[in-house]
């Protein structure tokens, strides 16, 4: 049994284990189920500058090889690996508890997620894996899983249960779209093409889980959400993205040895088979959306508008092939999101890494045009022998640092890079009494396929993780999390006070498209009045919580128009990773981004011996 989970500053009593063999629903399959998981305490609202009244400071030494600013699936992913690479890795997080936008809380005993909740690839291992399950599989780390197949869907046309796999969607397609659509769709998989998902400013975060082939090997991103190649491009340039294990990855000359030299004759096989009609095809990925269905021929509207919806849920990097391919399913941990978040800090932990909460960072040190530390708000200095390392987004990284320190050019270029919307959210707890008890996990809800499936208000999504697990909510429970998929204009609430009569009209208003979104999908059981937890985010919560710049789900980068930044900086020694980075938004695109980081601190050696210990 592994040991529980220690914060810095934080009591043992805060911290809460929580028993795995919790009553589930018997229609879903479980894996890894004897795991131990352990639960951080909950946030509690109060300022991250002190720790049960106590001034804020680090505990042991304060200084470290490698200093990582903040606690996001990306920067901890990188500080595991560090640990795991025996260098001395700080974790300073601002908040109360770890894992950024993936971080769970609980009220009243309701375990609520306030990020991503659709996931697969948990249990991959191997060189094709999730990149977050191959940093997982370096720290000997596991997540017990529910697995399940579907999800619910309510469009203009009707509502129907959607099946992962190659032909559980086409009774569904014949009745809303007819015989016709049914040939264009099997036309669309069987012809070989290939959709490769890239996350834009419509995308969903939804945490999608295999992990890039295309995307993750040539950076792309596709506003719209999708790039489509017919199968002399993308399959070729699939498979040789494929054989390049993420993290085999790293940002020096050293990945010709961990990447290119390693993993050679894979690559040389696919580049011989992509041949250079492939190469040129390849670069119809850049083409507007539009065009790009276009040019396969999609003439039913309703085809047409189901792939513009997959590619902008499958947020981050998605084969299109794989969410329809034989033997796919979808998975959620047993204990939310959160044990993502708490697997990832087990393991930091069990290889020598520290994570420090409430350590707010005000400012990252730079001496002599080098990165030497930071300095935290109650005006300790950390120290950082090699590295700091930036887990913020762009713009909050841009604020951590001097001016002086930084080109014009460079804070130009960030300030000017254009951000993807904010959300709106709903967490409610309610009695599953009266609701029928067939319940699905997830939900969405599409109000008006004209509008497009990035208008603000038009896309809901619905995730009632205790259908799968009751160790989420209080005996007879359940809990829900709705929210608008980074469609919320931040713009509106700009300015807004918290307190006034105003701002809370206008959170009741915008509300509203995500309670009736609700009532659709739990059914007529379901009464918003009787909700024992009832709690609505703005993007001023999304600001103010996670302390991401205007709520922003992220940068907004248009293909053609834009690749997302690379990790290093014009500061020697000070490094970024997450969303603000290549390959992009999404869990395994943040997962990739915090282990390039780490493999690029390292040796070429010490690398290449991970690589063979985990046997990729």
């Known amino acids: 049994m592994a040991s529980p989970l220690k914060w810095a500053h934080l009591p043992a009593s805060t911290i809460k284990s929580f028993p795995l063999n919790s009553v589930v629903n018997s229609k879903f399959k479980f894996s890894n189920c004897n795991a131990p998981s352990f639960l951080a305490r909950n946030s509690n609202g109060q300022e991250p500058s002190v720790i049960n009244g106590l001034p804020s400071s680090i505990s042991g030494k304060s200084e470290a090889d490698v200093i990582v600013i903040g606690s996001g699936i990306g920067g901890l992913c990188c500080a595991g690996l560090l640990a795991r690479y025996e260098q001395d890795v700080l974790v300073l997080e601002s908040h109360d508890q770890p894992g950024g ?5 609980d009220i009243k005993g309701y375990k609520f997620d306030s990020g991503p909740s659709l996931f697969s690839g948990f249990q991959s291992r191997g060189p094709q894996a999730n990149p ?18 579907s999800w619910m869907v309510y469009i203009p046309e009707g509502e129907f249960l959607s099946r992962i796999g190659p032909t559980g969607f086409l009774t569904d397609l014949e009745k809303y779209a007819g015989p016709a659509a049914v040939q264009e769709w099997r036309r669309l998989l069987v012809s070989g093409a290939r959709l490769v998902v890239g996350d834009d400013a419509g995308g969903v975060g939804l945490g999608g889980s295999v992990v890039v082939d295309v995307g993750i090997a040539v950076g792309l991103d596709v506003r719209g959400g999708l790039g489509v190649v017919v199968k002399d491009a993308i399959l070729p340039l699939s498979t040789a993205a494929m054989a390049l294990p993420p993290l085999s990855i790293r940002g020096d000359l050293g990945v010709i040895s961990t990447a290119a030299a390693r993993y050679a004759p894979s690559l040389l096989k696919s580049f011989v088979q992509m041949g250079p009609r492939g190469a040129l095809g390849a670069t119809k990925l850049l083409r507007p959306f539009s065009e790009i269905l276009d040019s396969l021929e999609l003439k039913d509207p309703f085809v047409r508008n189901w792939v513009d919806l997959l590619a902008f849920l499958l947020a981050g990097i ?5 969410w329809y391919k034989p033997g796919c399913v979808l998975e959620y941990p047993l204990q939310g999101t959160g044990a993502i978040v708490e697997t990832l800090v087990r393991g930091i932990q069990k290889f020598g890494g520290r994570i420090s909460l409430r350590s707010h960072v005000d400012k990252v040190v730079v001496e002599n045009g080098r990165a030497v530390g930071v300095r935290l708000r109650s005006g300790q200095f950390v120290r950082a022998k090699k590295a700091v390392v930036s887990n913020a987004s762009m713009w ?15 804070q130009e270029r960030v300030k000017s890079t254009p951000q993807c919307d ?30 497009g499936v990035d208008a603000d208000q038009n896309v809901v999504l619905i995730s009632i993780p205790s259908a799968v697990s009751s160790e989420l909510a209080p005996p007879g429970k359940h809990i829900l999390h709705a929210y608008t998929p980074g469609t919320e204009p931040f713009q509106l609430w700009e300015g807004l006070d918290r307190r006034s009569d105003e701002y809370k009209k206008l959170k009741a208003e915008r509300a509203e498209v995500m309670w009736k979104a609700v009532e659709r999908a739990v059914g007529p059981g379901f009464n918003r009045e009787k909700c024992e937890v009832k709690m609505v985010g703005t993007p001023l919560t999304h600001q103010r919580f996670l302390r991401r710049n205007r709520g922003t789900y992220g940068p907004a980068i248009e293909a053609g128009k834009g690749t997302f930044p690379g990790h290093s900086t014009p500061i020697p020694q000070l490094y970024c990773c997450g969303d603000s980075t290549f390959p992009g938004i999404g869990v395994p695109a943040v997962a990739a981004s915090g282990a390039i980081v780490a493999n690029t601190l390292v040796s070429v050696s010490q690398h290449s011996q991970l690589l063979d210990a985990v046997g990729i």
């Open 396 to 410: 909050d990284t841009l604020n951590l640092v001097p001016n002086e320190a930084l080109p014009k050019s460079f």
């Open 132 to 149: 977050l399950a191959q940093v997982l599989d370096a720290l000997g780390e596991t997540i017990p899983c529910a697995k399940y197949d």
């Open 422 to 451: 904010s959300f709106m959210h709903l967490h409610l707890g309610f009695d599953a009494e009266g609701v029928r008890e067939d319940l699905d996990i997830h939900h969405i809800v599409v109000n008006d396929w004209k509008r």
């Open 318 to 322: 998605y084969m299109f092939a794989e």
């Open 101 to 105: 936008a993936a971080h769970s809380f």
